[in-house]
């Protein structure tokens, strides 16, 4: 037997499985995935437009119990948000392999579709969230005030879910966790100059942490500029356990458990759930 069943799992919570890249080489992504101990995948169904929006949902229909989808609109592509494509959406996101809503957000640093555009289908998407009952990923860049108060306004805290792409420092984290927003951290976080994110990783509660890939973007160091895919997400959570001084098995369990309380999935180590940072 070569399987390495003392080994603990490790969470990817946010991967573009459905990119031009990663799609085509699905089945030797999942294996590398599995040899790194990656047991799950979110596939996050957004980010190429309004035409895709069961790009991910397919993928985790023909990978079940390994992958699960989201489904939304991301800011880059708020200006298609036609109430058609919300009404698609809130169909789409009663499937039971669909874990949240997302991701949705603002971008202020691209700006690849109206400020306008992107305010509403962010505030539209919160609500489909408190429709249907499913957390949110949410996706923020240089939007980090306006990205919280939208937040609070629409009473996302009602579903709560997940803050990504952040570049803020511990504080903004907090305030998203004050709203019921989990911090995920990507390969950005071990970049050279990464360091007020590196410092929220550092301060993140333990039990509000979450590693991803964020593939086929943002490759961890040492693999920085090669095409991200799921089993990186080891380099992640390794390099935030030995910042925190934490061994690198309870830390992977520990984001493992953590995603799986988020988008409600069972928890493969209740022995470690809701573990406190000392
Ligand atoms: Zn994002
Ligand atoms: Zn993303």
Not at 179 to 193: I, M, Y
Request: negative net charge.
């Amino acid at each position: 037997m070569s399987s390495t069943p003392s080994a603990a799992p490790l969470f990817d919570t946010h991967a573009h499985l459905d990119f031009p890249g990663l799609a085509e080489d699905l089945d030797g992504l999942l294996a590398r995935a599995r040899a790194a101990g990656v047991t799950r995948i979110v596939s996050i169904g957004a980010g190429r437009g309004p035409g895709t929006l069961d790009g991910a949902l397919t993928i985790a229909r023909r990978h079940p119990g390994v992958v699960w989808a989201t489904v939304g609109v991301h800011p880059h592509d708020a200006s298609g948000l036609a109430p058609a494509v919300i009404d698609a959406l809130e169909s789409l996101a009663a499937d039971p392999q669909v874990v949240a809503l997302g991701e949705t957000g603002l971008d202020f640093h691209y700006d690849r579709s109206p400020r306008d555009a992107q305010r509403d289908a962010f505030r539209a998407q919160i609500a489909l969230a408190r429709r249907v009952g499913k957390p949110i990923v949410v996706h923020t860049r240089l939007a980090s005030d306006e990205t919280l108060a939208i937040l609070q306004e629409e009473r996302a805290r009602d579903v709560g879910g997940i803050i990504h792409c952040f570049s803020e420092d511990a504080a903004f984290a907090a305030r998203a966790l004050d709203l019921g927003f989990v911090a995920s951290f990507s390969g950005l976080v071990t970049f050279p100059r990464a360091g007020a994110i590196r410092e929220a990783a550092l301060k993140q509660p333990l039990d509000a942490i979450l590693v991803e890939t964020d593939a086929p973007f943002l490759a961890p160091v040492p693999l920085r500029g090669r095409r991200a895919e799921p089993a990186h997400v080891a380099y992640t959570a390794d390099a935030i356990a030995a910042w925190r001084g934490i061994a690198p098995e309870q830390f992977r369990r520990i984001t493992t458990a953590n995603g799986c309380r988020v988008y409600g999935l069972p928890d493969p180590s209740t022995d470690t759930r809701s573990p406190r940072d000392p």
